[in-house]
């Protein structure tokens, strides 16, 4: 049973690109999550998504950022007109349920560089 | 808001060395406490988890007290051997709604040497 898929692991763009994360959930989980791990920080929450839903986006920043997690396909997050700030290592999670109590499956993850 | 902080690394250590990773939290009720753990080049792998205060999490010889007296989770092992060596996270989610939302540490890098 493969886990959680992310792809690229590492991708470079250039100031004013866009970035598109893909990250596919384990078999029979219907339940994404995304967090951001900025230098030295610890991993924050940025959006939880069901198939074709967003659930909750508190974390995601208002400008640039948006995720979907369509009903065919992996869960994307893409971010427009990336700045230097953006660089960061972008984690995905899964679920099978609401995944309460910290029963998340992480990717290995997609470390973003803007030059 | 709730927070998690964890002692910084990078720790070293011998093999079959005592390892404690220290990890206190800031929060409102009475959150879910975590220990994740990244070996090089995977995901975060739930380690052990404690759900109310005094519980003790275990696993791989790992273990953890939910103290709340003192809001804190220190990470303990025994005798730690060159393969326990990754990156070690503390976390916690909060009860009620929003559960599902994990605030993590900063993540402690350990290196074991045989």
């Known amino acids: 049973n493969a886990g959680v898929m992310q792809n690229p692991r590492h991708l470079v763009r250039r100031r004013g690109q866009e970035a598109r994360l893909r990250c596919s959930p384990m078999?029979?989980?219907?339940?994404v999550y995304w967090y951001r791990q900025l230098p030295e920080e610890g991993l924050k929450f940025m959006v939880y998504?069901?198939?074709?839903?967003?659930?909750?986006e508190s974390g995601m920043p208002k400008e640039r950022f948006s995720a979907e997690f369509p009903k065919e396909g992996p869960s994307i997050l893409r971010i427009q007109q990336v700045v230097r700030g953006d660089s960061a290592a972008y984690f995905c999670?899964?679920?099978?349920?609401?995944?309460?109590?910290?029963?998340?499956?992480f990717g290995p993850g997609t470390r973003l560089t803007v030059t | 808001g709730d927070s998690v902080t964890q002692m910084e690394g990078p720790v070293t250590l011998s093999e079959e060395a005592f390892l404690t990773i220290n990890c206190t939290y800031t929060a409102t009720g009475y959150p879910s406490l975590f220990w994740y753990v990244q070996y090089p080049g995977e995901g975060l792998q739930l380690l052990l988890k404690a759900t109310k205060a005094d519980d003790k999490g275990s696993n791989k010889g790992f273990e953890a007290t939910y103290r709340k007296e003192t809001t804190s989770f220190h990470l303990e092992k025994g005798s730690v051997q060159v393969s326990d060596s990754a990156v070690y996270f503390c976390a916690l989610s909060a009860s009620g709604a929003g559960s599902y939302q994990l605030t993590f540490g900063k993540g402690t890098k350990l290196s074991v040497i045989p």
């Open positions: 998504l069901q198939k074709e839903n967003i659930i909750d």
């Open positions: 078999k029979g989980h219907s339940h």
């Open positions: 999670a899964s679920s099978p349920g609401a995944g309460e109590k910290g029963e998340q499956y």
